[in-house]
């Protein structure tokens, strides 16, 4: 496997994925045989945040997007919120490691659902801030024009997390962080050449 971690305590659903009994979250590792898609990588920070803000805002919001080093090689977390599918309320929440090499990507996650009564967290933040529901949501600070399907707000704050460390994103932040810290990657995928965008291919008409 091309990342190893500490899966001890873990319910192993298949070859690649873990599930925790007691709070339902999944972990999940895919290596796909092809290069990324992404026009803009760890080359251009700026760029690649607001092309991934755009285009996780069809299917929820992108909280964050950074660079971070898992097993010694270079790669971006990104900490994804989303609909909870077929359910009439809740969230999922998705922290997603993302090692890009030249010809093939892995992609190590973490997925959490909230259950129960949800927007606990929201409703409290909001109380004691003291704001009205037009104060809550901010622009996005990768692509502050956008409009997604969630709105960013100010309870994505990862100051908050200390608060509430059992909401679903305080726990896929917490992920983030032991991982980066234990887990390890196999010598022969870090030693491929880094996923270097290309430039565009050329539309119909282009000359050349």
């Not at 009564?117 to 004691?128: F, L, Q, S, Y």
């Not at 234990?182 to 030693?191: E, L, N, Q, R, Y």
Request: hydrophobic share 45%; net charge negative; proline share 11%.
């Amino acid at each position: 496997m091309v990342v190893a971690f500490d899966s001890t305590g873990l319910q192993r659903l298949d070859e690649t994925t873990w599930a925790h009994p007691a709070s339902g979250d999944r972990i999940h590792i895919s290596l796909n045989g092809s290069p990324l898609s992404e026009p803009a990588w760890l080359e251009n920070i700026p760029a690649m945040r607001h092309n991934l803000a755009v285009e996780y805002a069809q299917m929820g919001c992108l909280i964050e997007a950074e660079p971070v080093v898992l097993g010694g090689v270079r790669g971006v977390c990104q900490v994804v919120k989303a609909p909870i599918p077929n359910a009439p309320s809740g969230q999922v929440f998705l922290a997603n490691i993302f090692l890009a090499k030249a010809d093939r990507h892995v992609m190590f996650g973490c997925s959490a659902g909230e259950s129960g009564i949800t927007g606990v967290r929201e409703a409290a933040i909001m109380a004691e801030l003291g704001l009205m529901p037009d104060g809550w949501v901010l622009p996005h600070p990768y692509a502050p024009e956008l409009r997604g399907r969630l709105p960013y707000h100010r309870g994505d704050d990862p100051a908050w997390d200390a608060r509430f460390p059992e909401h679903p994103l305080s726990r896929v932040r917490a992920w983030v962080r032991w991982v980066l810290a234990t887990a390890t990657v196999d010598p022969a995928f870090a030693a491929l050449p880094d996923f270097v965008p290309g430039p565009p291919a050329p539309g119909p008409g282009s000359a050349g």
